[in-house]
């Protein structure tokens, strides 16, 4: 009977301090995973508009003037 008193005892001293990592500990998960969400909706319309922008622009993707600056440097030697 002693120990279940001792054991009850500790149980409600241990209790605020269990609860308060409980607060934080859910807050934090509540925290990442709305970044985590809002990571991905970012990624994802990142993603899609990339994709409207290499369907509107033709080309290969390379840059032109890049090409004619080498092919200048190239002349000149």
């Known amino acids: 009977m002693r120990t279940r008193r ?6 409600l001293l241990a209790t605020p301090a269990l609860s308060g990592c409980l607060v934080i ?3 934090a998960l509540v925290a990442g995973t709305a970044i985590s969400v809002t990571g991905t909706a970012l990624e994802t319309a990142g993603n899609a508009g990339e994709a409207v922008v290499r369907a509107a622009i ?6 032109d003037d ?3 600056d080498t092919e200048r440097r190239r002349d000149r030697r």
């Open 25 to 27: 500990g859910g807050t």
């Open 58 to 63: 033709p080309g290969d993707g390379e840059d």
């Open 6 to 11: 001792l054991a009850f005892l500790l149980l």
């Open 66 to 68: 890049e090409d004619e």
